[in-house]
């Protein structure tokens, strides 16, 4: 009806294009969905805390996000970006404080969302989606907790590289053992584990898999003389500029995302990934309990695991989704190893993990810093 006197009103084209494609998705919706939207409505915004989204992909979301459920331009969708470790620590103290300034959380930290779980601290999903997405994570290795806890997207940390800078034009990484080779000396970065949950978990994964000994890696990897770096960003800029022209954990999509912006550096950056295995990274989200726009929250939840969300998703970040029969969109896909062809490696517990953090920080720690 709203989008019927929207038409009748003569409002904007831009409107009436929102009104009129939120109108003929209404079949397409889940009773889940429509249960929300009037109760999001009345709540007039959303705020999702998580460590990924570029402001395009950001902005590409919240607008299809509010015309998909005829939300009206007036309310607001907000995404509050941080690292993954200042993601969760604000949540945390969100929650002991029982005042909140954001509605979801989205993060690659299983060992959080399982003890937040326990504590009560999430709101109940009744999901129509999720059913599609759980049967691949969990054969992924991946952490989830339904009703409380779901996965709308995985990415996984890769070998990034710029074939136009010196010597690096015959380098071809496919092993960790290539990772340190002494002809990379001085060309190197160093994620830096102590600022990331997702960092520290992919050490701890590889280690439990058996195909990497830390202690001696570490020290092999700071024998390369890296810059020690946290952000992907910054260190996807120092490969771009080849002031340190390879990383050995980066993210597929932040090369996609920069050839977009500059279509020259397609020749020139590399991707691979791994022999020993690629160790997902499963991005949790939840709804948290006693947060000021709950429905909208639900809602959002609802919209990141519809073909229509993670389509958005997939085509800004270049990231993975557990869809069962899911196919990226044409522009991202070149960026995306197959996952049914690629050994995957998880976690067999990623709460006991989180036990682990404290040692293997410290011990990187001792090595680079």
Not at 152 to 160: G, M, N
Not at 182 to 189: D, M, R
């Amino acid at each position: 009806m709203r989008g019927v006197n929207l038409l009748l009103a003569g409002a904007t084209s831009a409107a009436c294009f929102a009104a009129a494609a939120a109108f003929g998705q209404a079949a397409d919706l889940t009773p889940q969905e429509q249960a929300l939207i009037e109760a999001a409505k009345a709540e007039g915004s959303v705020t999702l805390i998580h460590p990924l989204f570029s402001d395009r992909t950001s902005q590409n979301l919240a607008e299809a996000f509010k015309a998909r459920y005829g939300l009206g331009d007036g309310f607001e969708v907000n995404f509050l970006r941080k690292g993954t470790g200042a993601t969760v620590s604000q949540v945390q103290q969100e929650i002991q404080a029982g005042t909140f300034t954001v509605d979801a959380i989205m993060v690659s930290a299983p060992g959080f969302f399982a003890i937040a779980s326990d504590r009560g601290a999430f709101e109940e999903l009744d999901s129509g989606y999720w059913k599609n997405h759980e049967k691949l994570a969990e054969s992924a290795g991946q952490y989830s907790n339904y009703p409380y806890v779901v996965i709308p997207l995985a990415y996984s940390f890769q070998p990034v590289w710029n074939t136009s800078c010196d010597g690096m034009a015959d380098v071809n990484v496919s092993s960790y053992a290539d990772t340190v080779d002494p002809a990379l000396k001085g060309k190197t970065i160093a994620s830096d584990i102590t600022k990331s949950f997702t960092y520290t978990n992919t050490a701890i994964s590889l280690r439990e898999a058996g195909v990497l000994d830390l202690d001696d890696f570490w020290q092999k990897l700071k024998a390369t003389d890296p810059i020690v770096e946290f952000r992907s960003e910054p260190k996807m800029q120092m490969v771009i500029s080849c002031q340190a022209p390879f990383d050995m954990w980066n993210l597929s999509g932040r090369v996609y995302q920069n050839v977009l912006k500059q279509a020259d550096l397609k020749d020139k950056l590399k991707i691979g990934h791994y022999e020993e295995g690629q160790v997902m990274l499963g991005n949790q989200i939840a709804v948290i309990k006693g947060s000021g726009h709950p429905n909208a929250g639900k809602l959002l939840v609802e919209f990141l695991l519809s073909k229509e969300g993670t389509d958005i998703t997939v085509e800004g970040e270049a990231v993975y989704s557990f869809m069962e029969g899911y196919k990226p969109p044409e522009a991202a896909a070149p960026y995306l190893f197959d996952l049914t062809t690629t050994k995957l490696l998880g976690m067999k517990d990623w709460i006991a993990a989180q036990g682990q953090f404290k040692q293997v920080q410290g011990d990187w720690q001792k090595v680079f810093q």
